[in-house]
């Protein structure tokens, strides 16, 4: 089994979301879904801002990436306006969701993100994306609202850091070997099941 660790602003996991599953499944890998805020340890790096505004020419190139991604994977693409977003309201509610429902409401969040543009904190959207992965909204919703889920992904996102987890997608092979990067994916996969 190998753990993905992603961060709903990152346009990165995003693609990494669209792809994971079936290329896991080719190789006969299971997927933990584990979603962390990854701006907190940005800050504890020293980042003054997110990557994309602190370097711009970087920023610009990762754009261009998302878009040629997009492209191969045959989605459409919006640039998320304001980037990046706050994906806080919806790691919460991941996290209240069954493990089996995360993957079918990740991948509704950041197809709204960055296929449709919307803002991946507004209610009627977090409620559509659990309607589509088959769970029941207002009970997410309170889950998500607990200390203990809001604990949870402080939790989670100090286990990514302790991890050494410094940006996202990354990851984690089951002999603790991390990759990080979209384009990483089948490397870890094909790391992983050549471990098993």
């Given amino acids: 089994m190998i753990d993905f660790w992603y961060e709903f602003a ?11 599953s079936s290329a896991a499944a080719l190789r006969g890998v299971a997927v933990r879904w584990r ?13 003054t801002a997110p990557p994309f505004e602190q370097f711009s020419v970087k920023g610009r190139y990762a754009w ?14 919006v ?14 509610i991941a996290l209240a969701l ?3 429902a995360r993957p079918d409401f990740s991948r509704a969040i950041y197809r709204a993100q960055f296929c449709e543009g919307r803002a991946i904190h507004d209610e009627k959207l977090l409620r559509d994306a659990v309607l589509a992965a088959g769970s029941e909204y207002e009970t997410a919703l ?16 100090a ?13 984690v092979t089951s002999d603790g070997e991390l ?18």
Wanted: include cysteine; proline fraction near 9%; charged fraction near 30%.
């Fill in 79 to 92: 640039k998320p306006d304001p980037f990046p977003q706050n994906g806080v309201p919806a790691a919460r």
């Fill in 10 to 20: 990152s346009n990165y996991s995003f693609l990494a979301a669209e792809r994971v």
């Fill in 142 to 157: 309170e889950t998500a609202k607990t200390d203990l889920v809001k604990d949870a992904l402080r939790k989670a996102t």
């Fill in 179 to 196: 990759f990080w990067g979209n384009d990483r994916l089948e490397e870890a996969l094909d790391w992983e099941r050549s471990r098993a």
């Fill in 98 to 100: 069954p493990e089996e």
């Fill in 64 to 77: 261009r990436d998302t878009e040629r991604w997009c492209e191969r994977l045959g989605l459409p693409f």
């Fill in 35 to 47: 979603p962390f805020l990854l701006g907190p340890i940005l800050k504890a790096q020293g980042y």
């Fill in 159 to 171: 286990e990514a850091e302790s991890l050494g987890i410094f940006g996202a997608p990354t990851f």
